[in-house]
């Protein structure tokens, strides 16, 4: 036996306990500690049945991820559950806590599964590049059928105890301690391996409906028609050739490039919690949380904040966009209550914290300020002294400024350690990233208290240090300005976002900015003119489109043309674009797909690259998770960084160069060994 496992006997039943802290993996040691304990227990004549739990909170989490990436030691998982199928007394799964991917299909290796209250049970291999490969494809038709597998599967959802019972992913569901509860139910237990069951084909237009969605939601990746295909075969072939097949599906994916990618964002995230040591950090108490400006953003960064149980107010200086304000949280809520994401008597207690005011005493109370209010610097300087004139010392005022220098905004404050960046992506009540903004006097005990409130609201913070764009932002504006390089160079609206969107991305950058509007933009650029430098390249095609009132999808015309309700090529728009072109001297020439995607690519590494050597971030990683959870990079890509990371260094050099000239003055070069360099001092 090993460590991580404990041999029990109570009675006549054998108590197999799996002790791998800090979350019980199935790693190496329980994988061999468990097939020790299942022989020992098999050749014990006194031992009628065995009962397999976890020893703290966890059954067994899931597989040991780091030991994905390389040949896996023996024994492998499917090894120890054909021991529990083959043993000839019954092995009952207890399972309780996280009772995820191999963890739980180690409990449908057992006989009967056995769930505490707080049992999640699911198969998330999907969305890590891979499928389960020890039996779930197999095993888990035969326990619930073949369309729910496939929602389960290719969903990769965690599911609680009670819906876990409605479907029969588990038996019953202890009342009270599971140990007592397993152990009497293991005394009168007879085998019952799944291997042994049968399933019926299902030809039905339900299932067919069924696999048409988890495609589309899977965006038909391959481990998603893979699962899809061996669920199906349970109906079709033997268990034991079907198990083979899903066992070679499984360890090619595992080490495929996408599982790779897959795998480093799971990694980054996990360090990304962990930037900050919360237990060891100073933090203040944050309970009333008031945000200025009741617009787009204060709205969701509101509806986020009730959700996890602040006691909001929401100020704004007009009582019409308060009430308006009011109407969209109520219609948001409405909307989570018919899809059943939360009931009625929730959405009434959240919202009796929420408070609506058109007056300054709001801020007296206040231990945390939000200010979502108009997108400039001297509205917002007011604010801040407004704000100081009224609230309390300690509290933290915090800017969901987009752009604006937050030591600027900082500058007119008598606090400015209380000062600090919280930046939302729209709709702030549903986008998982947030940028913490470290500004130059920001006290360490203000970041913590961001870092954990934004932690609080279930989102995902990436700190970094105040400079133009923060990360995402600074990437996106370099992405979208090489687009546009590319428009006067040869390419048109629609190439450039098929290729990117067939990259990966949900929208290009056109459709993208056609979707939020182009006179934003347009306005920034008018206000910016004196400061651009004149030698650099500037596309003046997104300036021809507005000039002709062309602002997107809210004008009915702006990159496309939108007349019949879809995004349709518009010639108006190819004669300004050649024009463009013309009034340059440009010569056109052709773009592939390829050289746009490389372009593009090659653009956000460089960025990445500049962020890391400024020191904006210290983690590529961070950039990888703000890019993809705030901008709609392909994860399966892994994102900017890990794409620099794996490419050739002086190949990569090279065309950055290239791209260096073709873009002209103003064009940044950064030093793209500075990937290779930090990947491996992690
Ligand atoms: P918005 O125009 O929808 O809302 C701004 C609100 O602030 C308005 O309701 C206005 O009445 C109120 N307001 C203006 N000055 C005020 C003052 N002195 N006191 C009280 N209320 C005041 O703007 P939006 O889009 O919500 O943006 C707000 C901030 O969030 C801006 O700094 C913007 O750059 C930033 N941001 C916007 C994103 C977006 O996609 N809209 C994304 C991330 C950040």
Known sequence: MTDTIHFE?????????????????GSWSVRKGLLDAVERFAQDDALTAAVIIGKDKNFISGSDLKEFGKPIALPELPQVIEAIEKCPKPIIAAISGATLGGGYELALGCDARLAAQNTLVGLPEVTLGMLPGAGGTQRLPRL????????????????????????????AIAEGDLRP??????????????????????????????????LKAGKHRPQVQESIRLIKSTAEVDFATALAEERKV???????????????????ETNAKKVINLKEATTKAIQNVVIV??????????????????????????????????????????????????KSEDRDMQLAHLELADHESAFENADLIIEAIFENLAVKQNLIKQIESISRPSTIIASNTSYIDLDEIAEVSIRPENIVGIHFFNPANIMRLVEVIHGNNTSQEVIATAFSFVQK???????????????GNRIYAAYRYQCELMLEEGALPHQIDQAIESFGFNMGPFAVGDLSGLDIAWNMRKANAAQRNPEARYVEIPDRL???????????????NYANGIAEVDPIVTDIILKGSEAK????????????????????????????AEGVTLRMNDIDLVMINGFGFPKWEGGPAYWGAKQETLALQQKLHELAKVTGVGFNQGDLTIFKYLTKSA
């Not at 109570?10 to 979350?23: G, L, R, Y």
């Not at 602040?310 to 018919?338: G, H, M, P, R, W």
């Open 9 to 25: 006997t109570e009675d006549s039943i054998a108590v197999i306990v799996i002790d791998n802290p800090p979350v019980n993996t």
């Open 144 to 171: 619930i059928g073949i369309g729910p597998s496939i929602q389960v599967i290719c969903s990769g959802k965690r599911i609680k105890a009670p819906e876990a019972l409605k479907l029969g992913m588990v038996d």
């Open 181 to 214: 509860f397993a152990i009497e139910y293991a005394k009168t237990a007879v085998k019952n391996p799944l291997s042994e069951k049968s399933v019926a084909k299902d030809e039905s237009a339900e299932l067919d409906a069924i696999v048409k969605k988890a």
């Open 250 to 268: 499984f360890q090619k994916l595992r080490v495929g490039e996408e599982a790779f990618a897959l795998r480093h964002l799971f990694f980054a």
């Open 293 to 342: 400006g009741a617009g787009t953003m204060g709205t969701g960064i509101a509806i986020a904040a009730l959700k996890a149980g602040f006691n909001v107010t929401v100020y704004d200086q007009s009582k019409s966009i308060l009430v308006q304000c009011k109407s969209k949280i109520d219609a948001i809520y409405e909307k989570d209550i018919a899809a059943g994401r939360i």
């Open 457 to 471: 609201l279930g989102k995902l913070p990436i700190i970094c240090k105040n400079a133009f764009g923060f990360i």
């Open 546 to 560: 507005c000039e002709v009132q062309r602002f997107g999808r809210k004008t009915g015309a702006g990159y496309y």
């Open 585 to 612: 001297g440009i010569e056109r020439k052709e773009f592939s797909p390829e050289q746009i995607i490389e372009r593009v690519l090659l653009t956000m590494a460089n960025e990445a690259a500049l962020l890391l």
